[in-house]
């Protein structure tokens, strides 16, 4: 099982980027798979996620109208876009994999698969 996430990068306030997480090893169906962040100095939080069988998703308040999490079965691949990115939305971006749905996905310690983060930098 091994998720590899990419896409992130610097970017003025107000713009956009998205996220792109391939999964190896298993198909989407098996697990929810979740968006969660880790700013400096600061405690991984939770993002957004999306469930195993792809009609549920969640987001968190902070991110609520702004980001879309959507996954791409052929390509297993989940995706996540991110406009009017915010100073505060800095962080290492992780996806991560695990059985948790709903809003039991919202907690960290529920994945048990991670991929390698990838730094996203709002700044003028």
């Known amino acids: 099982v091994q998720l590899q996430a990419s896409g992130g990068g610097l970017v003025q306030p107000g713009g956009s980027l998205r996220l792109s997480c391939v999964v190896y090893?298993?198909?989407?169906?098996?697990?929810?798979i979740g968006w969660l962040r880790q700013a400096p100095g600061k405690e991984r939080e939770f993002v957004a996620s999306?469930?195993?069988?792809?009609?549920?998703?969640k987001s968190a308040d902070s991110v609520k109208g702004r980001f879309t999490i959507s996954r791409d079965n052929a390509k297993n691949t989940v995706y996540l876009q991110m406009n009017t990115l915010k100073p505060e939305d800095t962080a290492v971006y992780y996806c991560?994999?695990?059985?948790?749905?709903?809003?039991?996905?919202?907690?960290?310690?529920?994945?048990?698969?991670w991929g390698q983060g990838t730094q996203v930098t709002v700044s003028s």
């Open positions: 999306i469930s195993r069988n792809g009609g549920g998703t």
């Open positions: 991560a994999a695990g059985y948790a749905s709903g809003v039991y996905s919202y907690a960290p310690f529920t994945y048990g698969y």
């Open positions: 090893g298993f198909r989407l169906d098996v697990y929810t």
